[in-house]
Every structure is written in structure tokens, then in C-alpha cells.
């Protein structure tokens, strides 16, 4: 196992840890372990399939398309 030393962490970040940690039932080091296995080890999501998904869980959504006016500009690479 490896040791891991955190400086200059945030009161506040720190009494909330320990929080949860009150709430879990374990130490402060316990909790923080818990706490980097579970984001570190989660499986990558593909953002736009979260989206698609949370959408798609709402009964979807309806977006307005409006019409395009403007003409393509051209550039001058000159």
C-alpha cells in the first residue's frame, strides 16, 4: 500500500470530510480512501451520451431549429 500526504487542505473541506466520514461510520482516512477509489475506479462516460440519457429520461426535448439566412462568407487566403 502506498502513503499519500494532502498539505494546506481546507478547513472547511476538511471538517465536511470529516462529516462524512461521521456519517459512514469510519475515519476521516478511511472516508478519503473511499472517496478516490470510488471516483478513481468509476468508468469513463461519454458526455453527450449522460446528456442523451438524462434527456431521454425526462420524456426528451424538442429544440427549434431556426432557418439560416446568412449566406457562407468567403475568406480571403491571400
Known sequence: M???TIRQLDERTHARLRG???EHGRSVE???RAILDAVVNRPERNFLLSLHESMAEVGGIDLEVSERTDQPRTVDLS
Open 30 to 32: 478511511a472516508e478519503v
Open 20 to 22: 462524512r466520514a461521521a
Open 2 to 4: 502506498s502513503t499519500l
